[in-house]
């Protein structure tokens, strides 16, 4: 079995001194015997950065970067994040664009810049055929997924696909975003009793889903409410696997070739087995 945690903030200082000190027993090495072949890292803005590119560098075949300003992190500095994001796109190699999107959940105070940062980046990744990691959390009685699957299908930009991460959405929700290109990213909320997962993803193929923890949030059920890490991602595709009602074993297959199948040339080398 060989699974890959497609978002993870594994450079988050939560996990930090765990790899300075203790690298026999650490996350990395936990995600290692859970066969967890590569976790990819979203970016979140110009603090995440250093210890992003730390780690990539550190682990280059398993902890792959991506580079992105996060939509909840944009504030009146959102020209100079960007422009950081910008020099490091074109200064560096990375797998994805993002973590990108919308989220309406705390802040509604600069929403007309999340839309300005969140077509900006749209932009960059598909001149540079990249896919992109979507964030889009609702709030305030707007619904993020439906308005960032307007703005793509407005821009109808070419190369462009991706995630459509935490996605937590309805039946009708993860038809269009299929329907799009795009994959359904599936952590730790289909463990939540009332998560609302259980009502989608028996009618979701498996050809259409990718598995990440979002750690340290979201841990999954029994950890919910805990540091959440990547070796906990085994038991979100036995979960889907649940729901599914088939082996953990296909899940673990198909989610694994449907992440692969996103990664940009650049990255084919460090296909697992």
Same mark, same amino acid.
């Given at each position: 079995?060989?699974?890959?945690?497609?978002?993870?903030?594994?450079?988050?200082?939560?996990?930090?001194?765990?790899?300075?000190?203790?690298?026999?027993?650490?996350?990395?090495?936990?995600?290692?015997?859970?066969?967890?072949? +590569?976790?990819?890292?979203?970016? /979140?803005?110009?603090?995440?950065?250093?210890?992003?590119?730390?780690?990539?560098? +550190? @682990?280059?075949?398993? /902890?792959?970067?991506?580079?992105?300003?996060?939509?909840?992190?944009?504030?009146?500095?959102?020209?100079?994040?960007?422009?950081?994001?910008?020099?490091?796109?074109?200064?560096?190699? =990375?797998?994805?664009?993002?973590?990108?999107?919308?989220?309406?959940?705390?802040?509604?105070?600069?929403?007309?810049? +999340? =839309?300005?940062? =969140?077509?900006?980046?749209?932009?960059?990744?598909?001149?540079?055929?990249?896919?992109?990691?979507?964030?889009?959390?609702?709030?305030?009685?707007?619904?993020?997924? +439906?308005?960032?699957?307007?703005?793509?299908?407005?821009?109808?930009?070419?190369?462009?696909?991706?995630?459509?991460? /935490?996605?937590?959405?309805?039946?009708?929700?993860?038809?269009?975003?299929?329907?799009?290109? =795009?994959?359904?990213?599936?952590?730790?909320?289909?463990?939540?009793?009332?998560?609302?997962?259980?009502?989608?993803?028996?009618?979701?193929?498996?050809?259409?889903?990718?598995?990440?923890?979002?750690?340290?949030?979201?841990?999954?059920?029994? @950890?919910?409410?805990?540091?959440?890490?990547?070796?906990?991602?085994?038991?979100?595709?036995?979960?889907?696997?649940?729901?599914?009602?088939?082996?953990?074993?296909?899940?673990?297959?198909?989610?694994?070739?449907?992440?692969?199948?996103?990664?940009?040339?650049?990255?084919?080398?460090?296909?697992?087995?």
């Amino acid at each position: 079995m060989i699974l890959i945690d497609t978002h993870a903030h594994i450079y988050d200082p939560q996990f930090a001194e765990e790899v300075t000190h203790n690298e026999e027993d650490n996350w990395l090495a936990r995600a290692t015997a859970q066969q967890i072949s +590569q976790i990819w890292m979203p970016n /979140c803005a110009r603090e995440t950065i250093p210890g992003l590119m730390a780690l990539a560098e +550190q @682990y280059p075949d398993r /902890c792959l970067p991506m580079m992105g300003l996060h939509p909840s992190y944009v504030t009146d500095t959102v020209k100079e994040e960007l422009a950081a994001v910008e020099e490091n796109l074109s200064r560096h190699a =990375f797998m994805a664009v993002g973590e990108i999107g919308l989220d309406f959940y705390w802040d509604m105070t600069y929403v007309d810049q +999340q =839309f300005r940062a =969140f077509e900006t980046q749209l932009r960059w990744a598909s001149e540079q055929k990249l896919p992109v990691s979507m964030h889009t959390r609702s709030g305030h009685d707007r619904n993020a997924f +439906q308005e960032a699957a307007d703005l793509i299908g407005k821009l109808a930009l070419p190369n462009l696909t991706g995630i459509f991460h /935490c996605f937590v959405g309805t039946l009708d929700e993860a038809r269009r975003a299929i329907d799009m290109g =795009f994959k359904l990213g599936i952590g730790g909320v289909s463990t939540f009793k009332n998560g609302g997962l259980d009502t989608v993803l028996p009618h979701i193929g498996l050809e259409h889903l990718v598995l990440e923890t979002d750690s340290p949030y979201l841990a999954p059920v029994p @950890y919910r409410g805990k540091r959440n890490e990547p070796a906990y991602l085994r038991l979100i595709a036995q979960r889907v696997a649940d729901l599914k009602q088939v082996n953990v074993d296909e899940v673990a297959r198909h989610t694994t070739a449907n992440a692969l199948d996103l990664l940009p040339a650049l990255y084919t080398n460090l296909l697992p087995g």
